[in-house]
């Protein structure tokens, strides 16, 4: 194995070969770390979450191999958590006196409202009441993104150098507040805007080691990857019309639940096509290209499939534990409890019936979390990664280490907002 | 047992650039030398600052050099004796070190956030809430009060339960009567209005607004009129003070934060549901002592004898022991012994205490929901 990889690093010094990624994990290795570490985090209240994620991204990370050499992931357990703590201090404050000012303005505004809703403008008004706590909260969710983002970053190393991302969540924040807004308004018609203004933000600020990122390219570019969103949306309004209009509702129906199936895989679609367009037109360095043959056909599948097999295995879990449950059952519970007289058998059978019930609802979850991991989240991740490709890897070798990142609150807002995706 | 030349990649976490390298275990001097391909020593690891990355997925091994934080360079290696050497040779490769300063930092960092968030919730929040519950106009509450007591209705209310509100104008009457009479030499921002509903549940409450609802099943327990009396003084008690809005405004303030503390974890939810009752609990007992001053106050004007909310309260604390659920009024207003002491202390041997309402009309207050 050293000698090919030796030879491929010579290769690679005398002719711009590509690089080509892969993703390499053992199935078997990658459940029970994720069951191990989901059991953890259940038999800690929750505390061990912090560990278990970045034992997770360790793995995960270790088995991104590019040209040979695997990504590393250098993030800790007790960073994350200190993080939180942090995090958790500042959203206490801003939620609990938001909260109760915007409470204390939802009072006073009653008045402006009859008692019951009467016309369209009273509605708009209590939804108003009611959503603009969701919408305050907003800003500290594209500020915890762009920040899990930077940490995140700053713990990745591939070749021994560091990635990072520069200081800058304020100006996303607004940003994304913005393009958030014109997307709603234009009622998507500006998503592609807003998917590009954002990836651009990032990606120029984003680094390899001393060397800069770049995101070319136009944001009208992404419209072809909406086509099937756009497609799934006229067959969901010919649906309706079909059903309102054309008096055949059976019909209507059909075609509205084709046209919502339509819209996922639009959706999947769009973010395939669109991830290929972006990194089509990435630049590092100012020399470095990248490709990738991402296929939105083989992510549709993975999660079709995943879902298949996960389902199966929890019928077949259910089973299982309503069998033991009934088996605990039947026995009144003489088998945990020892025996007893009178009362004390029904109080026995009964924590005994509540304790397997518990454990066994608490496993189910656990382990369906893990297969989640192991059947989508970690092959779709994969997918990208074998397609990704790094076109002319040789200006690479003249990159140097940047700076690390302290960020005494790691992403600690991500962990508090519960927000950051599968890893 | 060390071995000599074993092929590796290593990276020097100053540049991007692959090297094959030579390694060399040493355990005699303990220490892992790294070559260049001429032979020439590129870096020196002493065994015992070895660590090995962990929740690897590669097949071979990822070494750096460093007891508290990994070093910049990285030794990777494929030869499966040399990995059993190395692993034979270094006792620490797996040891994570925490200083006695992380220590200090995770006990720092832990305190100041459990204190701050506890300050948060039962200081700052409370007393936001009370200051801000006084701008908050009283027909403006009253308003919030009848959203609330339609809410209420909806969630207690069969659908096909008829009327649930208990009509009966004579009891009506009687029952405003006693509540006039023990509202005497005190401004109310709003006008009271008392009501009974047809429920089994032990409970009264006070809405925002100066709505005061009174369930039948403790009119059922109440075995004097002079009971029912202590138990409307009181609830008038969190009206006077603009309790309820004030609770609203609480309860929005610490509303979500314990689930943010636990996260999604599974069982997060139930966890942080018995935290929300333990805090709202904690907060709402010096409002009940306040509210049970005012009551023994206007049970005094009223000519009320304060023996009543005692015996009340002594009522609960049997009812505690007989009925696990419906506890109603007794959830929201723990009873006890002190609280019983306290009301007792304020009554006056030497005076004559009459009753609010006559024989007659006690016994219109008790059918208020007879048909």
């Known amino acids: ?423 | 047992m060390g071995f000599t030349w074993v092929d590796a990649r290593y990276f020097d976490g100053r540049s991007a650039q692959r090297r094959q390298v030579f390694v060399s275990l040493d355990v005699e001097s303990q220490r892992l030398t790294i070559h260049d391909h001429l032979g020439a020593d590129l870096d020196i690891w002493p065994l015992e600052t070895l660590r090995q990355m962990r929740d690897d997925a590669g097949a071979g091994m990822v070494l750096c050099s460093g007891a508290v934080d990994p070093g910049e360079a990285r030794v990777i290696l494929a030869n499966a004796r040399a990995i059993a050497a190395i692993k034979a040779a270094c006792p620490n490769l797996t040891k994570a070190t925490v200083t006695p300063r992380t220590w200090g930092k995770i006990v720092a960092w832990v305190g100041a956030s459990t204190a701050a968030v506890a300050l948060m919730v039962f200081v700052i929040v409370p007393a936001l809430a009370g200051q801000l519950a006084v701008f908050i106009p009283p027909e403006r509450e009253t308003r919030v009060g009848s959203a609330v007591l339609r809410h209420i209705e909806r969630l207690l209310l069969d659908k096909d339960a008829g009327d649930w509100r208990c009509t009966n104008p004579k009891g009506q009457m009687a029952l405003e009567q006693m509540a006039q009479a023990l509202q005497q030499g005190q401004e109310f921002p709003y006008a009271i209005q008392v009501g009974v509903v047809d429920h089994a549940m032990i409970n009264a409450f006070a809405l925002p607004g100066g709505h005061i609802i009174v369930m039948r099943g403790l009119i059922d327990m109440a075995e004097t009129s002079d009971q029912l009396a202590a138990v409307l003084a009181h609830e008038l008690g969190h009206v006077a003070q603009r309790d309820p809005i004030e609770q609203a405004l609480r309860a929005a303030g610490r509303a979500g934060l314990l689930s943010l503390v636990l996260g999604d974890a599974t069982g997060g939810a139930a966890l942080a549901l018995a935290g929300e009752a333990l805090i709202s609990a904690k907060n709402s007992r010096d409002v009940e002592a306040r509210a049970d001053d005012f009551a023994l106050a206007q049970m005094r004007k009223a000519g009320v004898s304060p023996e009543a909310l005692a015996e009340f309260f002594e009522l609960l604390l049997e009812e505690m022991g007989n009925s696990a659920l419906d506890l109603g009024w007794i959830s929201s207003h723990p009873p006890s012994a002190a609280r019983a002491a306290h009301a007792r202390a304020a009554v006056q041997l030497e005076r004559d205490y009459k009753k609010t309402v006559s024989p007659e009309q006690w016994q219109a207050i008790q059918q208020i929901c007879a048909e």
């Open chain 1, 1 to 423: 194995m050293t000698d090919t990889l030796a030879s491929q690093g010579e290769g690679a010094a005398l002719a711009p070969a590509p690089l080509d990624g892969a993703f390499l994990t053992e199935k078997s290795k990658l459940f029970w770390l994720a069951f191990w570490t989901g059991f953890l985090t259940v038999l800690t209240l929750g505390i061990y979450r912090f560990w278990a994620r970045t034992r997770l991204r360790r793995y995960i990370w270790s088995a991104i191999d590019a040209g040979g050499d695997s990504f590393e992931y250098t993030g800790t357990g007790l960073e994350k958590f200190l993080g939180f703590l942090i995090a958790l201090v500042v959203l206490a404050v801003y939620l609990g006196l938001l909260q109760v000012g915007l409470s204390f303005i939802g009072f006073n505004l009653w008045g402006a409202v009859t008692l019951e809703p009467s016309g369209s403008r009273d509605v708009l008004i209590q939804l108003g009441v009611t959503y603009v706590t969701g919408l305050a909260v907003l800003p500290l969710i594209f500020y915890a993104q762009y920040r899990s983002r930077r940490y995140m970053l700053s713990r990745t190393r591939w070749r021994g150098l560091r990635f990072g991302l520069d200081a800058a969540a304020l100006g996303y924040v607004w940003r994304a507040l913005l393009y958030f807004a014109l997307s709603l308004v234009t009622f998507g018609l500006l998503i592609p805007l807003a998917t590009f203004r954002l990836e651009k933000y990032m990606t120029d600020r984003m680094w390899y080691g001393d060397a800069n990122f770049e995101q070319e390219g136009q944001w009208w570019g992404l419209y072809p990857a909406m086509k099937h969103l756009l497609i799934a949306l006229a067959v969901l309004v010919l649906g309706g019309a079909v059903g309102i209009f054309g008096s055949a509702r059976g019909l209507g129906t059909v075609i509205i639940i084709a046209g919502s199936i339509w819209f996922l895989c639009g959706l999947v679609y769009y973010q395939v096509e669109s991830f290929k367009y972006l990194t089509a037109h990435k630049l590092l360095d100012g020399t470095v290209r990248f490709t990738s043959n991402a296929s939105s056909h083989q992510v549709i599948g993975i999660c079709v499939l995943g879902i298949i097999l996960i389902a199966i295995s929890s019928i077949v879990l259910s089973v299982v534990l309503w069998l033991v449950f009934g088996i605990v059952l039947a026995s009144g519970g003489s088998v945990l409890n020892g025996g007893g007289a009178g009362i004390g058998i029904f109080a026995g059978a009964g924590v005994a019936v509540a304790l397997v019930a518990g454990l066994g609802y608490l496993a189910s979850l656990v382990l369906i979390g893990a297969l989640v991991t192991v059947f989508i989240s970690a092959p779709i991740l994969g997918h990208y990664v074998d397609t990704l490709r790094v076109e002319n890897a040789q200006p690479l070798e003249q990159i140097h280490q940047r700076a690390g990142d302290r960020m005494a609150d790691a992403d600690g807002f991500a962990d508090a907002l519960d927000i950051g995706g599968a890893f």
